[in-house]
């Protein structure tokens, strides 16, 4: 199995290991010890400013930005979502079933945010921006630096869903100002999916300490107390913790978190150079490292993740929606190499000739 999704994704052999070990009891000083090196990681690589904290979630990452809706905002509030696909919609809908007063930033599929844009929405009294840095859908990627200054101008409480970003853009937390930043497991973090992880500015933690939540499960104030003591309230997917412990630690031991993003920006200009010669389109004005976007001029896009994944054992991912026959996206996350990239190339071309499109 060769897999370019963008998640589940390849684990590195370190990862699969302890994947494969029998999980321990984890109410212990061992295990508490794990997760203060889990926070303490997450923190330097987030670039998180002082005193900011963790919350390692068991749920997917869409469980977090639920809980981060639910913790941060209230009736009071007046929200600024950016949607530019199908994730920033999930948080209009968070807004929505959470009665949080939102607006929408609507932009097209593909469609970079510029300032002028932005700047429409200036001096109209929003209290928070909720955004996803890389819009996994399109492989969009918003200027996190340009949106903090935004915020601080309005004085916005800023969350930034980073699920698929984390490790592959340059993202600091502490000098764009997000108060919150969110990540899972089974993105570039290249680890299976069962975590995400929360990371709270000190503005953010008082916040949620102060937050009156009708949840148990999501209440984050509970979370972080617990993590005071490298705990979790209820039973954590402790094999998935253990595996980000050696994943984390894989990365600081290779040169940290700006040689991986280095990695991952490599992976993907090799993919973009070689797919050029190809009858393809890219869909992004301003793509993230993490994931191409690809409109096939003169075949189905659908047609070709299934040919791919049957007859050559590749996955990439489709699309959903109004785009499926017309979109793919091939990840460059996980465990992948340049080489890795050829044999999909080639797998491409073969497939085009099938269909008698070979282009130039
Ligand atoms: C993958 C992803 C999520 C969360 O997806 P889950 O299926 O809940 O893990 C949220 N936002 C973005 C930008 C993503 O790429």
């Known amino acids: 199995m060769l897999n370019f999704t963008v998640g589940p994704v390849m684990c590195s052999d370190e990862v699969c290991a302890v994947g494969g070990e029998q999980v321990p009891y984890f109410r212990t000083s061992e295990f508490s010890e794990l997760m203060f090196e889990n926070e303490k990681l997450m923190l330097k690589f987030a670039k998180a400013p002082e005193n900011s904290r963790v919350a390692f979630m068991t749920n997917s990452s869409t469980g977090s930005m639920e809980a981060v809706v639910m913790n941060c905002f209230t009736e009071k509030d007046r929200v600024l979502v950016i949607n530019g696909g199908s994730f920033g919609q999930r948080f209009v809908e968070l807004c929505e079933i959470h009665d949080v007063p939102h607006d929408v930033l ?24 909720l955004v996803n840095i890389d819009e996994t859908s399109t492989g969009v990627l918003y200027d996190s630096e340009m949106l903090g200054e935004f915020c601080r101008k309005n004085n916005m409480f800023y969350v930034c ?58 209440d984050l ?17 402790v094999g998935i913790l253990r595996q980000i412990n050696a994943r984390l630690k894989e990365i600081e031991a290779a040169g940290g978190v700006d040689v991986e993003i280095a990695r991952v920006a490599a992976q993907a200009q090799d993919f973009r150079e070689k797919i050029s010669a190809l009858p393809f389109e890219f869909v992004s ?22 040919e791919l994944k049957d007859h050559y054992g590749i996955w990439i991912c489709p699309n959903g929606g109004d785009l499926k026959n017309t979109v793919f996206r091939v990840g460059h996350i996980g465990y992948l190499s340049h080489e890795d990239n050829t044999t999909l190339i080639n797998a491409l071309k073969e497939i085009l000739i099938g269909v008698g499109c070979s282009g130039n």
């Open 106 to 129: 609507k932009l097209n599929h593909g469609q970079k945010l510029t300032k002028e844009k932005l700047y429409e929405y200036d001096g109209m009294g929003y209290t928070g921006l």
């Open 161 to 218: 869903d980073c699920v698929s970003a984390f490790l592959a853009d340059p993202f600091d937390m502490a000098h764009c100002g997000a108060d919150i930043m969110i990540t899972g497991s089974q993105k570039v973090l290249a680890c299976p999916p069962g975590v995400s992880m929360i990371v709270l500015a000190p503005r953010a933690v008082d916040r949620v300490q102060n937050a009156k939540v009708k949840s148990m499960y999501f």
């Open 221 to 237: 104030a509970d979370v972080l107390k617990n993590m005071e003591r490298g705990q979790t309230p209820f039973t954590p997917a």
């Open 285 to 306: 004005e301003s793509p993230a490292n993490g994931v191409t976007s690809i409109h096939p001029l003169n075949a189905d896009a659908y047609e070709i993740f299934l």
